[in-house]
């Protein structure tokens, strides 16, 4: 009888942990506390660990990109060749496909796909670009566009209009207004509820509804030369209005022309253009922090110029390096990540993973 009783007892205790038990295993398996609303991806292209560094050094270890808490390592070659360019990274990041080289948008086959920024669209979510280069470019094309070559802008230009994307800024005015075929995107862009803004206070004075800032008849200068705070203050801007979605949204930051800088193999250039985009990151982190909801990524599509550091000073912010290449490296490139969702971030990836782990973070259907 005595056993029969602790047994009872022992049978109590069990079933009157069962709800707990079974809650904390649904919580679990669900992760609905854990996943992000919003996503900002932020992409320097070109910039590699070296180039991180140099601007670390630089900035006298004052990065914000050192204040990740979750690291990565990127593969970055793409379905033709050993070192990508930036269409074939660009296609890979932003739709979930190996790619030829100069390919946007499409796999191999020339069979379009879909691009995280569309399947954020297609879920009620709104999306935004954010570029230091010309619209049209390469890696902002890949989430906007299919083509065959990166070279058909104009026809990069036109599928802006035919996606339903929030916001979008940066240069490229003339591939909409300045075109072969006549036609004047900007009238159209109009009459498809964009305020359209060709300097920044006007973008800054936008403060609701869809906007298409063209800041520039096609590149924007360097840093060094006059763009000023054009990429922070379009990154605040972007926010500003994206943030209003109460389902979120998707965006894509990118700091277009540290690779340029690889090319060059001008180091100063090169930090500049870090140290300009590590603002970005900054202003991205700080709203990540405040709203508790948002994952933020930073990572490149390939690494420009194979620059190694070769020396500095953290007091002096004294940096030097050496180029092997004025062109991309098949180099591994970083990818930090910070908020709900980091965690899935971790150890040697493939750029496609990136596609792969927002579109899953999102719970976006294909």
């Known amino acids: ?8 007892a022992i049978l109590l205790q069990i079933t009157a942990s069962v709800p707990e038990l079974k809650a904390q295993k649904t919580a679990k398996e669900s992760g609905r506390e854990h996943l992000p609303k919003n ?10 660990l070296a180039q991180m560094y140099a601007a670390y050094t630089a900035s006298c270890g004052t990065l914000h990109m050192a204040e990740f808490n979750q690291i990565a390592l990127v593969k970055t070659f793409s379905a033709s060749d050993y070192i990508t360019d930036s269409g074939a990274g660009g296609t890979a990041i932003a739709c979930g496909i190996k790619t030829n080289n100069g390919m946007i948008g499409m796999g191999p086959d020339s069979i379009p796909v879909k691009s995280i920024l569309k399947l954020a669209e297609d879920k009620g979510l709104s999306t935004g670009i954010v570029v230091t280069c010309d619209v049209t470019h390469a890696t902002p094309a890949a989430f906007v566009a299919s083509v065959k070559s990166r070279k058909q802008t104009e026809d990069i230009a036109l ?22 075929d006549s036609l004047n995107l900007l009238d159209s862009l109009a009459k498809h509820n964009y305020t359209v803004a060709s300097t920044i206070p006007a973008m800054l004075n936008v403060n609701q509804g ?34 209003k979605n109460q389902k979120g949204f998707f965006m894509m930051v990118e700091g277009s022309q540290i690779d340029w800088g690889g090319h060059d193999n001008n180091l100063e250039y090169i930090v500049n253009e870090t140290l300009d985009f590590d603002k970005a990151v900054g202003i991205a982190l700080e709203f990540a922090r405040k709203n508790g909801e948002t994952l933020v990524i930073v990572t490149a599509d390939h690494e420009t110029g194979g620059l190694s550091n070769m020396e500095g000073n953290f007091e002096t912010g004294q940096t030097g390096g050496r180029f092997t290449t004025d062109d991309h490296s098949g180099i591994p490139v970083p990818l930090y990540a910070y908020g709900p969702g980091s965690g899935n971030f971790k150890g040697m990836i493939d750029n496609t993973d990136i596609f792969r ?6 719970n976006l259907s294909m």
């Open 159 to 180: 599928q802006y209009l035919k996606t339903d994307i929030d916001v979008f800024i940066g240069g490229g005015r003339d591939a909409f207004a300045n075109r072969r």
């Open 1 to 8: 009888m005595k056993k029969i009783f602790v047994f009872a």
């Open 210 to 243: 869809k906007l298409a800032a063209l800041l520039y008849p096609a590149h924007p200068p360097k840093f060094s030369e006059g763009r000023g705070d054009m990429l922070s203050l379009s990154t605040e801007k972007a926010l500003e209005l994206l943030s």
């Open 357 to 362: 782990l927002m579109r899953k973070l999102l």
């Open 39 to 48: 996503i900002i991806l932020l992409i320097g292209d070109g910039m590699g």
